[in-house]
């Protein structure tokens, strides 16, 4: 069983960069591909970006690409998602969540954290 715990949100202005941290604790991190998602108010969960259980594959939002990066240290058991260039769109609740594989969809990870708070002012 895999616990999550994501760090990092916060209040930042349009421009500016943000790196959000997910510890994971329990068995199994090291095996696990790794997705961020992120949730607005009174829209949909959305995938932003996933990282292979080495780190050697990624994947990313159409609207995050070239802006987000997504890494992982497994000797920490910590995820990583630095962004650069945020927007006022990009303010949203971000999870990240852990899967056999490595996947866009929300509904093939099984294990999820609380989510961290990210708001983008002008």
């Known amino acids: 069983q895999v616990q999550l715990i994501e760090s990092g949100g916060g209040l930042v202005q349009a421009g500016d960069s943000l790196r959000l941290s997910c510890t994971a604790s329990?068995?199994?991190?090291?095996?696990?591909?790794m997705g961020w998602f992120r949730q607005a108010p009174g829209k949909e969960r959305e995938f932003v970006a996933a990282v292979s259980w080495n780190g050697g594959s990624t994947d990313y939002a159409d609207s995050v690409k070239g802006r987000f990066t997504v890494s992982r240290d497994n000797t920490k058991n910590t995820v990583y998602l630095q962004m650069f260039s945020l927007k006022l769109e990009d303010t949203a609740v971000y999870y990240c969540a852990a899967s056999r594989f490595r996947t866009v969809t929300p509904r093939d990870y099984n294990h999820w954290g609380q989510g961290t708070q990210v708001t983008v002012s002008s």
């Open positions: 329990g068995r199994g991190f090291t095996n696990a591909a």
